[in-house]
């Protein structure tokens, strides 16, 4: 499938990522979302539009009602993205905390 939106731009926002938090642990829907922020329902309508053009957010009709949930497969290509620049800092960090244990013991 050909993407509108690039995943990235769509992580850039900080609402959107707020979103995305929110829907870690259960679903929502756009109100109960919305409810969360200090900003029109149109507005979240319009980042939950994002979220899912660019597939990290799922949805679910039932009724009148519909849940919106991350999409795991989406997130975890960020994640996968992410890993080697947490891996490098992780490395950093490491030889770091080395080369102050060993300042420390001089």
């Not at 309508?45 to 979220?51: A, D, F, M, P, R």
Request: hydrophobic letters at 40%; one cysteine or more; a positive charge.
């Amino acid at each position: 499938m050909n993407l509108r939106r690039d995943i990235f731009q769509a992580i850039a926002d900080p609402t959107r990522r707020a979103i995305l938090l929110l829907l870690t642990t259960q679903t929502m829907t756009a109100g109960s979302i919305a409810i969360n922020f200090n900003t029109a329902r149109p507005t979240v309508s319009k980042h939950l539009q994002i979220l899912t053009e660019c597939e990290l957010l799922g949805y679910e009709k039932n009724g009148r009602e519909i849940y919106y949930h991350l999409n795991p497969s989406k997130i975890k290509e960020l994640a996968d993205f992410i890993e080697p620049f947490r891996k490098l800092w992780d490395d950093r960090f490491n030889k770091l905390e080395n080369l102050m244990k060993n300042y420390k013991s001089k």
